[in-house]
């Protein structure tokens, strides 16, 4: 079954630190370009950030929001994408998700991130 | 800038047809775009890539109903024998070099 399943999510202080993972199966991982998106409570979807597949340069590219705090990466042995959250803002709070480019199409069903003291 | 346009809401009758449009801003006239259905209290669900020719491919599982075409910098999605089931929000989304970029939604309500 095609699936990517996030993990990871929880209270976090303002300034405190996260790391999300998501798992993959059912598809090549290894040669996807994963992205993570996010929706904050009752707004629309925002892009996070991206990371291209090895094979393509393994770099990444970010959102000017989170750019220089989220880094993305992959374990391709392992079939997971992460999402590190440093110094984290009130307005970091969001369900988190990761996703494959449109072709493949695949969401995974989020993970909530709250940022509260 | 990349930008997406949508109408904030759209409303239709249940059986009738409804047609939404993303629109590209200028200069990017050419780029293909995908289309994601978000359910409530549900995550998102891509629903095809289009590209500027109006060619599309739907995700598995896609109703026949759902069916994309393009017009200029304009993108639609034209859903076909409306049911209940269809009322959510419709995002679009599109990708540059560096960068990817979604529409603020439309909420479909079905009368």
């Known amino acids: 079954e095609v699936q990517l399943v996030e993990s990871g999510g929880g209270l976090v202080k303002p300034g405190g630190s996260l790391r999300l993972s998501c798992a993959a199966s059912?598809?090549?991982?290894?040669?996807?370009?994963m992205s993570w998106v996010r929706q904050a409570p009752g707004k629309g979807l925002e892009w996070v950030g991206r990371?291209?597949?090895?094979?393509?340069?393994?770099?990444?590219d970010y959102a000017a929001p989170v750019k220089g705090r989220f880094t993305i990466s992959r374990d391709d042995s392992k079939n997971t994408l992460y999402l590190q959250m440093n110094s984290l803002k009130s307005e970091d709070t969001a369900v988190y998700y990761c996703t494959t480019p449109p072709g493949l199409g695949i969401w995974g069903q989020g993970t909530m991130v709250t940022v509260s003291s | 800038q990349l930008v997406l346009t949508q109408s904030p809401s759209a409303s239709a009758s249940l059986g009738a047809s409804v047609k939404l449009t993303c629109t590209l801003s200028?200069?990017?006239?050419?780029?293909?775009i995908a289309w994601h259905q978000q359910q409530p209290e549900k995550g998102p669900r891509y629903l095809m890539k289009?590209?500027?020719?109006?060619?599309?491919s739907k995700g598995d599982g896609i109703p026949d109903r759902f069916s994309g075409s393009s017009s200029g910098a304009e993108r639609y999605l034209t859903i076909s024998s409306l049911q209940s089931e269809d009322e959510a929000d419709y995002y679009c989304?599109?990708?540059?070099?560096?960068?990817?970029?979604f529409g603020g939604g439309t909420k479909l309500t079905v009368l």
């Open positions: 289009l590209n500027s020719d109006g060619s599309h």
């Open positions: 059912g598809f090549t991982f290894s040669n996807a370009w």
């Open positions: 200028s200069g990017h006239s050419s780029y293909a």
């Open positions: 989304q599109t990708w540059g070099t560096d960068i990817q970029v």
């Open positions: 990371i291209k597949s090895k094979s393509d340069g393994g770099t990444t």
